[in-house]
């Protein structure tokens, strides 16, 4: 009887040890290549759907393709809910129910749902896009989280003073375009939200075209605001470069800490 | 009597440390997030005027919201005024009164004041822009602007440098594309200030397309302008780089300097 | 005998240090400047055979071109083939023949055979996007690629994150768009498919002004996405500054180093 | 007669020093602001003359100002040639005459010989070039050059690599746009030298919006490239930014090693 208990442990572990990116020792086991797969051919066949050219006359084809793959987050959410009580028992599995990562295993096997009981339209309209954020699922499979979200992280102050700096910016140079052009053109600049969409699309250098100044005072305005677009992308970019710069530097400080020892 | 003073500058100590976000020791006070909240709602009143198809009949409605808003920020003006002298007296006071901050809180509720009297209608369009900038009054609660300010201006002359480089990239550009365009597009590049136009479009790479190259030669000088145009971005973003690494590994040191203390 | 073989030996090694760039002393050697040269007008000729309005009744003269500079590679790769025994006889010569160098040497010869035995006219098209890969050829003969490739390889996984970020948000934004827009512009946002087309020149911030949102509710969530976009730049741009100071960090300290020993 | 000397040596000595930035303690000097003043106006006056709205039935004011600004430009000439002595008599005279910057001041005087002898037009359009090339006098004055000159000096090779990397991608973008395109927009697409104008527009996210893919498979090889085209702003301004945070540091170290001494 033990022996019994202690295979099925083995076998748990095992299979949560396929199932962990950060346990596999040499690259990505094949269960998650199988299941980055079954993730990307989801979204895709999502994405697809709703091109009219491709799917139409074979809506029941995409039907059957959508039950299969929730069938097999389906499974996959139940393993997964199986072996977290590796980390613990029960409460490792109720703290792994919890876990946004958990939520957003639960959330992507719903579309299915509402796909299966053939839902009102506008239902399956908000399940098509719970079925693209699947996507989100890869997240889970990535190494290199760590570096990119500590850096962001250690400065998000100065990241989100820039954003109020870029807003700041917008409301000002849509005042002035708005002074300057909301009477040449009254459907573009006749109010400040509407000088608003021209401030983003300017500030992000986008550059649609839809919308431009056109006087002379309109041109100067849009110059400087141009300028400090310029400034816009150069600010969080040098944040962000020094940020990296600090990551990586204390990444191998942490290392040379732990080679002394 | 002196225990009256003493319960007085006590109220008055406690307004302020309310006022001061520096002071706040556990995230931003309920006073200060009501300020916030009433600047935030004044400038979206403010934009939202200027579109007819919302304030159509309710001039009255934005007029009172108006009048409401400038009454807090006058009371937000007699408190601060008050609160002042905590720190030394009168002489404390008149230094606050001219600081920037206190003169941006005065001109904040100017505008109200035109809109009671019924000011002449382009007086009123000046007020408006005043009321939009009452949007700067939120510069007063971030902590970030030291690291931020600090880079940029340990390196204003190399930014300036980089400005120069700019402007002088502009009129040479704007000038080859004068002469390569301006008989065959007299309109949009029949002078080197209408040529400016297309060069401060380009360079900063925003490309609206409502000014372009259209000849053989023409496209070749506006792709050299646009390759320049990519080190015109590149430039400011490496040198704030630099500058932010800097300011980052200084605020280390001092760090390191205290704890050795 | 055995002096005619040094002598053989001496020129062949003569010929590999005029042909190697990391061995010539003082700058790039006459013969790599001619090899340069020659690359260069291949390419060229073959970018302007495709221009009708310069081709047309040239196209003997265009083909003569072409036999030419396959005939001046067919030589360098036989002076190659002869060097590269220098490193070590056979052995060297054969891995010498399955390096990517030598390969693109080859597959850079490839076309001229069918221009010469005039293959049919999908063929030569293939042969065309060949010859415009023998600017690949140009490479070999830079010294900086060491430490632009060291920066990129030591960060690959943070600039795939990014780049699987890239992904995940530009799949979101077409679908916001798609369920925004799809109604109103349904050639242009009537499917995910079709939206990410918007997606991509937005977020890249190209902005040609094909595709652009016409509603209140597109133009907030572009928005949303082309501050995002700056974003998408900003941490590639900051990946890579950081990479790059690491890169050179190393190259002192190795220095210092060997300045040490 | 020695005491004459050496008074003029003095006022030589102090004119000098009037002219030289460097030698400047406190901020430009006024002989400085003036001659910036000058190159300014000059160069406006050059760039508004273009303009046949402000020009026409003035021609005589331009050509007056232009002759008053050749004759400053004449006189500082003659005082730069009188002073350049300072540094060690007609040697340093000699070397200050082939200076770029002499060249520089004697060429911005032509202009005004063409205008006073009343040359052919298409000599006047040279000069033109030659009064606002002008502004480039103002490099003089700048203090910031060092550094800036320093970090993209150090790292040239770096940035020249990522230049010969987008010209290989510009050239295989166009040829992969050629194909996809040329035959459903021959007039944009049709070779690869005009599909290189669309190579260079998408690449550096300049975007106007003359020229875009219209295929799905044009379509994907431009998403692609746009992704490349973010690639090759990240490339140099990463260079930059490690290469001036590399200025900066070495600026710290000399200075921390006189401090030092």
Redesign the interface.
Known sequence: MADRVATGDSLRRRVRNQLEPARARDGVSWLNRFLIGVILAS?LV???E???SVAAGREHLFRAAELVFAAVFTVEYGVRFWTAAEAGGWRARFRWMISPAAILDLVAILPAIFVAVAAPSYIL?LA??LR??R??K?GRF????N??AE?IASRR??L?????G???IM??SA?LL??AEGQVQPEKF?????A??WS???L???????V?PETLLG?VF??MT??F????????????????????QKQRDEKAGLDED
């Open positions: 979204v999502a994405l697809l709703t091109e009219a309209r098509r896009l693209i954020l996507v989100a890869l990535s190494r290199a989280w570096l990119v850096a102050y100065e989100l003073l820039t954003f109020y870029a807003v700041f409301i000002i005042t708005y002074i006749g109010s400040i939200p509407r608003l969409w983003v699309v300017t992000t250098t986008i550059g649609y075209g839809d431009y041109r849009a110059a141009a300028v677009g310029i400034g816009l992308i150069a600010a969080p970019t040098g944040i962000l470069a020094a940020a990296f710069s600090d990551a990586l």
